[in-house]
T-cell receptor, first 117, second 110 residues
Framework: KAGVTQTPRYLIKTRGQQVTLSCSPI?????VSWYQQTPGQGLQFLFE???????NKGNFPGRFSGRQFSNSRSEMNVSTLELGDSALYLC????????????????FGPGTRLLVL | DAKTTQPNSMESNEEEPVHLPCNHS???????IHWYRQLPSQGPEYVIH???SNVNNRMASLAIAEDRKSSTLILHRATLRDAAVYYC???????????FGKGTRLHILP
């Protein structure tokens, strides 16, 4: 079974631009979570989507948004990029037996490394 | 905020057992103890999890204190490929997100 894939793997943007990152979960997984990893703050939870609905959200400004499509693929968008948005963005997918059920182990992708200049 | 405390770094010799400690004194009855690790230049990967009883799988063992306020991840025979950052995480059965702490950076000496 193919793992979680993220595209692109590397990205360079300038301040003020916006960026869209993509995540394809493991086949059959309907939950997708996004995390930001920086040397200073470590791994921080951004948000989680299940069945095209945002189910959980971390403490990030509204510039960070996401969505999930009917095939469970997910995208996250960061608008008006700031230097501090430079980070590794990780996507994780998991199987959820049903609505309201607790998800199982999360499987992470390799991440997209974003550099904002 | 992370609810676990781990040493910043540890060293171990190759082919010897490694015991990675984790303190979680504020654990609640609905918290599972999860361990993930992150190898260099990769995303985190699941290692093991448990609730009350000790757990074993092909990667590691998890020893949970009787009062559940601490746990230990045991790598029975460390290899160079086990060098990674190990995260001990409490995950509420009612919650979906994972709150990562700083983790323990494990160095394996050949």
């Amino acid at each position: 079974k193919a793992g979680v894939t993220q595209t692109p793997r590397y990205l360079i943007k300038t301040r003020g631009q916006q960026v869209t990152l993509s995540c394809s979960p493991i086949s059959g997984h309907r939950s997708v979570s996004w995390y930001q990893q920086t040397p200073g703050q470590g791994l921080q939870f951004l948000f989680e989507y299940f069945s095209e609905t945002q189910r959980n959200k971390g403490n990030f400004p509204g510039r960070f948004s996401g969505r999930q499509f009917s095939n469970s693929r997910s995208e996250m968008n960061v608008s008006t990029l700031e230097l501090g948005d430079s980070a590794l963005y990780l996507c994780a997918s998991s199987f959820v037996p049903g609505q309201g059920a607790v998800q199982e182990t999360q499987y992470f992708g390799p991440g997209t490394r974003l550099l904002v200049l | 905020d992370a609810k676990t405390t781990q040493p910043n770094s540890m060293e171990s010799n190759e082919e010897e057992p490694v015991h990675l400690p984790c303190n979680h004194s504020t654990i609640s009855g609905t918290d599972y103890i999860h361990w993930y690790r992150q190898l260099p230049s990769q995303g985190p990967e699941y290692v093991i999890h448990g609730l009350t009883s000790n757990v074993n799988n092909r990667m590691a063992s998890l020893a949970i204190a009787e009062d559940r306020k601490s746990s230990t991840l045991i790598l029975h025979r460390a290899t160079l490929r086990d060098a990674a950052v190990y995260y001990c995480i409490l995950r509420d059965v009612r919650d979906d997100k994972i709150i990562f702490g700083k983790g323990t950076r494990l160095h394996i000496l050949p």
